[in-house]
């Protein structure tokens, strides 16, 4: 009974997630999906035509469900958005379980004071605040994130596959069979955390994580988990192994200088810069769990100079030590909760720093905790109420549900307004741009959609901001020149290509753009050659291969003009 009540709530989780996040069926590609997706499309292939798609990169999971993406949509976004939409989901899904068999354990050993409808109560609304939360739209909604989503589903799997091995070993029979649902259990422990690992490498905390459930509200001391279930945490640790193969290990001790990968070092800052920014980071990451109109698709240091961030990151760094120091020394299980955030958090803020200083997707997995403390302490405050008198608690437990329906509510509604914001990314750079006028970035990418919608003037101006801080950025080049070819300056154009060739070599919009301005001057052979280039790099792209034809015919090669024509754009 209990176990098809636990299972229908979060089939409930699963159905919200799915009808709140509706809206993002309409967004398109934004930021790195440009480049990720449409920009590398030549590298995203169906997993069963090639064995490149599972070594490109250190996510070959998320390479693979790009690839089926491909397969079955080409660059059609709702696809994307579709998978994105049922990883969440399944993962809100997976955290209203989570919580319920960790509330079961803990009921178990005696550590928490709770009826069973309390604890289902409490884990549902672990879930929807965590799911519903408009932060999550930066893992969610933002298609190449689901790197974030994908490894946190896997992850959340992995502590309820630990929950199912530590129930059976407990089991007061001990028999053959008993024995091999342990294992099966155990098997998939690995399984899920190896998967979470190949989703997104710095789920690498995920065997630490797992080790601190076990110890905190499983088990409920080190020893006690070491003696029922050590080779399987030794099984867990070995997991870690896979980094290697994934190039994590080696990337460990290189230097990032954008946004290329993790090192030890990052261009233009030191240790103890990067290691302040951090401290900051987390304040921002906090405040916007409070307050989601700070979040923005292109965090950067300047967003970090708020005195608040400072202080509000200090104070959560110093309580999460200072809870967790506590709980050790009284064995209590809400020590679970700081270590919890401490350890998915940490990969993406301090041994595996970034050259992006915050992302907001990186408070995916870190936000179920925090969630968690919320819940907990509202739990606790109502059955405190109780001790006094019936009456008390009965009223503390309706003011909580009631505000339990005004936040759940309040975090579908402004997650419902975010997912609108993905449709227009003019308006997500609009963001980024009022609150950081001089931001390089923001102001070459929405300079890009304008000129899509033909609004030549206002990308000038913002290209004009651009230059005055990053003259040399390849990209604002690249935009610069297509500027320069609508008003007819071809050549003026093909220089400021040239200039960004080197750093935009693989990119279809430069070979394109470069072909039509050799065009223009007078030399389609030659511009033959950069659209068969374009089309190499952007195959579903039909006007390259246009533009490529015509080239050749008025080379005078008709056959391989017809040949252009003729061939499919998949390739």
Request: proline content about 4%; glycine content about 6%; aromatic content about 8%.
């Amino acid at each position: 009974m209990h176990t098809w009540r636990g299972l229908i709530l979060a089939a409930a989780v699963w159905i919200v997630v799915l009808l709140t996040w509706r809206a993002a069926l309409k967004a398109d590609f934004v930021f790195d999906d440009v480049v990720r997706i449409m920009g590398e499309e030549r590298l995203i292939v169906a997993p069963w035509d090639s064995w490149r798609a599972m070594v490109a990169g250190q996510r070959p999971l998320v390479q693979l469900s790009l690839g089926m993406n491909h397969y079955l949509g080409g660059l059609d976004p709702r696809g994307y958005h579709a998978f994105n939409m049922l990883v969440h989901a399944t993962a809100a899904a997976m955290a209203c379980l989570v919580a319920l068999c960790c509330i079961q354990c803990l009921r178990i050993r005696k550590s928490v004071q709770m009826t069973q409808n309390a604890a289902y109560f409490c884990a549902f609304s672990i879930a929807l605040l965590w799911s519903l939360h408009p932060l999550q739209t930066a893992a969610a909604t933002y298609v190449i994130q689901r790197a974030e989503s994908m490894a946190g589903l896997f992850t959340l799997t992995a502590v309820l596959c630990l929950c199912g091995a530590a129930r059976w070993s407990h089991a007061p029979v001990a028999c053959a069979r008993q024995r091999v649902r342990v294992a099966a259990w155990g098997v998939a422990v690995v399984g899920c955390c190896l998967l979470a690992m190949a989703a997104k490498p710095t789920a690498a905390s995920t065997p630490a994580l797992l080790l601190a459930i076990d110890v905190f509200v499983v088990a409920g001391s080190f020893r006690a988990a070491l003696r029922a279930r050590w080779f399987l945490h030794a099984a867990l640790w070995a997991t870690t192994l896979v980094l290697i193969p994934l190039g994590v290990v080696r990337g460990l001790f290189a230097s990032a200088a954008g946004n290329a990968g993790a090192g030890l070092r990052v261009a233009k800052m030191t240790p103890w810069d990067y290691a302040c920014l951090q401290v900051r980071a987390v304040g921002l990451y906090m405040g916007e769990v409070v307050c989601p109109w700070l979040m923005s698709i292109d965090h950067g240091p300047e967003e970090l100079v708020a005195n608040w961030t400072v202080v509000v990151g200090a104070a959560t760094l110093t309580a999460i030590a200072v809870i967790a120091a506590f709980a050790v020394v009284r064995g209590a299980w809400w020590g679970i909760l700081p270590i919890f955030f401490a350890l998915a958090l940490a990969p993406t803020s301090s041994f595996v720093p970034l050259a992006d200083v915050a992302a907001d997707h990186r408070m995916y997995l870190p936000l179920y905790a925090v969630m968690a403390a919320a819940v907990a302490i509202s739990a606790a405050m109502c059955s405190r109420a109780r001790r006094h008198s019936v009456a008390a608690g009965t009223r503390a437990s309706v003011v909580m549900m009631a505000l339990l329906l005004i936040v759940v509510a309040a975090e579908a509604f402004a997650t419902s307004l975010r997912n609108q914001e993905y449709a227009d990314p003019l308006v997500l750079w609009g963001q980024v741009i009022e609150r950081r006028p001089t931001h390089v970035r923001a102001r070459i990418n929405r300079a890009g959609i304008l000129m899509q919608l033909g609004r030549d003037d206002e990308a000038q101006a913002d290209l004009d901001v651009a230059a005055e801080w990053r003259p040399q950025d390849p990209l604002l080049r690249l935009h610069w020149g297509i500027l320069e070819l609508h008003r007819g300056h071809a050549a003026a154009a093909l220089e400021l290509f040239t200039l960004a060739a080197p750093s935009l070599r693989h990119s279809a919009t430069l070979h394109g753009a470069t072909g039509e301005a050799l065009r223009v001057l007078g030399q389609p052979c030659v511009a033959a050659e950069s659209f068969q280039r374009a089309v190499e790099l952007s195959p579903s792209e039909p006007r390259w291969r246009i533009l490529q034809a015509s080239s050749r015919a008025e080379c005078g090669d008709n056959d391989a003009a017809a040949g252009s024509l003729s061939e499919s754009p998949r390739q």
